[in-house]
C-alpha cells in the first residue's frame, strides 16, 4: 500500500510541473520582447499556451486536480498570458504612438486578471464545456499569431493604431459574457479511429509547410465563434457544474 500512497502524492506534481514550464514560456517570452526578438518571444507564447493546456488534461486524466493547481495555474496565466503577451505588442508595435495609445497593454493585463478572478469564482456553477468570455490564453494566442505572421517591429502609425484596437476589443471580450468552447468534454481515453488519426496528420502537415497563416487563421477563428453563439448551443444554459479544480488554461 505505501508505493501506491507515494505514487499518489507524487502525480500531485506533474501537473504543476507542466504550469512550471508554462511560467518558463512566459518569462522567455517577455526576455525575447525586450530585446527585439518578437518571433520567438510569439513561440514562447504558443508554448505556453500548450503547456497550460496539457496541465489539465494531465489533471482530470490523473485524477490529482487541486486548489493549490487552480490558484497556480491562474497566477502562471497572468505573467505567460497577461504581462508577457502585454509587453510584447507594446515593444513591437505601440511604444512609438502618442500616450493613449500605448495604454491598451495596461488594459488587457486588467482585463485579463479580471477574467482569471473571475473564473476562479465561478467555476464550480459553470458548464465546463464552455467559457464565459474569451479566455485568456486564446487572446494571447491571438497577439503572438499577428506578431509571428509579421515579427519585425511596425513604425507605421496605422498599423499600430490597428494593433492598439484589436488589443483593446481582446480585452473586452475577455471580460464579457460570449460564451467560447473549452473542449474539456472530450473523451481522451476513448479509442482513436485510423481517420481520425489521418485527419490530424494533413493537418499537421499543412501547419508545418504554412505555419504563419494557420495559426493566424485558426486563432481568430476560436475569436470569433464567441461572438455567434446561436449558431451552436453555446447560448444554452447547461445547470451542470464543472468539475472542482478545473483551470481556465484549458482553451
Known amino acids: 500500500m505505501r508505493p501506491r500512497i507515494r505514487y499518489r502524492r507524487g502525480a500531485y506534481l506533474i501537473p504543476s510541473l507542466f504550469t512550471t514550464g508554462n511560467l518558463l514560456c512566459g518569462y522567455i517570452a517577455i526576455i525575447r520582447g525586450l530585446h527585439g526578438d518578437y518571433e520567438w ?13 496539457v496541465d489539465g488534461w494531465v489533471a482530470r486524466l490523473t485524477g490529482t486536480t487541486s486548489d493549490f493547481g487552480l490558484q497556480l495555474d491562474s497566477l ?48 464550480p456553477a459553470q458548464d465546463k ?41 481582446l480585452s ?18 476513448r479509442r482513436v479511429t485510423w481517420v481520425i488519426v489521418g485527419v490530424m496528420a494533413l493537418v499537421y502537415f499543412v501547419m508545418a509547410g504554412f505555419p504563419q497563416q494557420i495559426a ?6 476560436y475569436l470569433v465563434s464567441g461572438l455567434f453563439p446561436r449558431l451552436g448551443r453555446a447560448g444554452k444554459h447547461d445547470p ?9 488554461a484549458d482553451a
Open 41 to 53: 518571444a510569439a513561440i514562447a507564447i504558443f508554448v505556453a499556451a500548450l503547456l497550460d493546456r
Open 76 to 123: 502562471a496565466d497572468v505573467v505567460s498570458f497577461g504581462m508577457a503577451p502585454a509587453l510584447l505588442a507594446y515593444m513591437w508595435a505601440l511604444s512609438l504612438l502618442p500616450r493613449p495609445w500605448t495604454l491598451s497593454p495596461f488594459l488587457y493585463l486588467t482585463a485579463g486578471a479580471m477574467r482569471l478572478a473571475r473564473f476562479n469564482v465561478q467555476a
Open 129 to 169: 464545456r464552455y467559457f464565459v468570455g474569451l479566455p485568456i490564453p486564446a487572446a494571447a494566442c491571438c497577439l503572438a499569431a499577428c506578431v509571428f505572421y509579421s515579427p519585425e517591429r511596425v513604425g507605421d502609425p496605422v498599423t499600430g493604431g490597428l494593433v492598439s484596437l484589436l488589443v483593446a476589443i
Open 172 to 189: 473586452v471580450l475577455m471580460v464579457s459574457k460570449f460564451r467560447y468552447r473549452s473542449f474539456k468534454d472530450i473523451d481522451l481515453r
Open 216 to 221: 493566424l487563421g485558426l486563432s481568430f477563428l
Open 240 to 248: 451542470r457544474p464543472a468539475p472542482a479544480g478545473s483551470n481556465d
